[in-house]
């Protein structure tokens, strides 16, 4: 069967979205993460248009954290062709216990999983195709990284059958990663424990492998990013705007920068590295913003110096400040000529005084 023939009838999705967000702070104080702003839209929005390209069309989202935001947005899902049920969890219950939870939402025999902050550029349908063909119970998308101790280690053998999983291990036995995308047949679903936290890196897929059953590996080589920390949230978001991440809400959207409705540029400004300036935002003369992510009704005055770094809805850059892989809080108000970098995060209201805070001596 070729990826252009695998079925989807039979599948629904499941996100889970119900994750703090801890390392995105101040940030996820006042949004979950998957709607933060990437490119100018919610990140799940990127998500749920991949899957819906797919052809899968029933979703279920998996909350726990600030789960009505989800639902205020996306409500039924009917706007973007979509079915879209919601299930909160009242008390975190993990990821395994967050798939367990939507059960009774389920009606397909095959279930698609996806972390709800992962952006890549699979094609879903070769996933599903990976999991048919093999018959496997469970098929695990996984990815090759530099530096796999940040993620779930998933060593494969000849056949692409999964022979381990370890998550988080400070000694990787290789350079393959889970990719948070899963495809499950429903029994194994059914056959999480209920009602109490499961996670289903440390807990199923382990459990699964010792009883020897098949769970298989689809390995690809297409974008792929975790938008977990400021860091790889600002990557992402630029390389969405210049097109080397894909994504079809953006319908083909390429090039240094983006700016949004009602956003206004003030004479001599640069905009580069996939700057992204959000609705409403105001962007001074001769200010200078390389990658960039500028969030709604943000203000960046004259001549400030924005790099790498994400700056919260309303919050405000004095004249002349310089940040450089930084995290502003919405709100917060930064004075001219502060100097903020790697690392910074600024708490949301926060404000700087003119020159409060720098790193040189010069006036
Ligand atoms: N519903 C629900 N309930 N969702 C949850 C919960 C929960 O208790 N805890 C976490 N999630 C969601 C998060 O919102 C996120 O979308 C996803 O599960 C993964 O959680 P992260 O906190 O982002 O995990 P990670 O990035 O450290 O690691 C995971 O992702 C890596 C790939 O991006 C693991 O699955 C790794 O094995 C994997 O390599
Ligand atoms: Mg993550």
């Known amino acids: 069967m070729t990826s252009t023939e695998t079925s989807v009838d039979d599948v629904q999705a499941v996100i889970l979205v119900g994750g703090k967000g801890t390392r995105l702070r101040p940030l996820t104080l006042s949004a979950p993460k998957?709607?933060?702003?990437?490119?100018?839209l919610p990140f799940l929005t990127h998500l749920l248009s991949r899957?819906?390209?797919?052809?899968?069309?029933?979703?279920?989202?998996?909350?726990?954290?600030?789960?009505?935001v989800f639902e205020q947005h996306f409500g039924d899902g009917s706007k973007m062709g979509l079915s879209i049920t919601y299930v909160h969890e009242s008390e975190p219950l993990g990821t395994g216990g967050g798939i367990r939870n939507v059960l009774p939402e389920l009606t397909a025999e095959t279930v698609l999983v996806f972390n709800g902050d992962v952006l890549c550029g699979t094609d879903v349908r070769s996933i599903i195709d990976t999991h048919q063909t093999s018959g496997a119970e469970v098929t695990l998308h996984l990815v090759r990284v530099t530096d796999p101790r940040a993620f779930g280690c998933v060593p494969t053998d000849s056949d692409g059958r999964v022979t381990a999983f370890l998550e988080k291990t400070q000694d990787p036995p290789t350079d393959q990663i889970n990719a948070g995308c899963y495809v499950f047949n429903r029994s194994v679903i059914e056959s999480i424990p209920e009602g109490r936290p499961v996670s289903?890196?440390?807990?199923?897929f382990p459990g699964l492998l010792a009883e020897g059953r098949h769970v298989h590996g689809h390995v690809d080589s297409g974008y792929w990013r975790d938008m977990g920390t400021?860091?790889?949230?600002?990557?992402?978001?630029?390389?969405?705007?210049?097109?080397i991440a894909?994504?079809?809400?953006?319908?083909?959207?390429?090039?240094?920068?983006?700016?949004?409705?009602?956003?206004?540029?003030?004479?001599?400004?640069?905009?580069?590295?996939?700057?992204?300036?959000?609705r409403g935002a105001e962007i001074g003369a001769g200010a200078r913003l390389d990658g960039a992510v500028i969030f709604d009704g943000?203000?960046?005055?004259a001549g400030a110096v924005i790099e790498?770094?994400?700056?919260?809805?309303?919050?405000?850059?004095?004249p002349r400040a310089l940040i450089r892989d930084g995290v502003i809080g919405d709100g917060a108000d930064i004075g001219a000529r502060c100097e903020l970098l790697r690392g910074a995060r600024v708490w949301p209201g926060v404000k700087l005084p003119d020159g409060g805070i720098r790193f040189s001596t010069d006036v």
């Open 34 to 40: 998957p709607m933060l702003p990437t490119a100018g």
């Open 51 to 68: 899957i819906s390209a797919a052809g899968i069309t029933r979703i279920v989202l998996g909350t726990s954290f600030q789960s009505h």
């Open 200 to 204: 289903v890196e440390r807990e199923v």
């Open 230 to 243: 400021p860091e790889d949230f600002v990557r992402g978001s630029a390389d969405l705007v210049r097109g």
């Open 246 to 278: 894909p994504s079809p809400a953006l319908q083909g959207h390429r090039g240094e920068f983006l700016v949004h409705d009602g956003a206004s540029v003030g004479p001599g400004a640069l905009l580069i590295g996939g700057t992204v300036v959000g």
């Open 298 to 301: 943000a203000v960046v005055e």
């Open 308 to 318: 790498r770094t994400i700056v919260g809805f309303g919050a405000r850059i004095g």
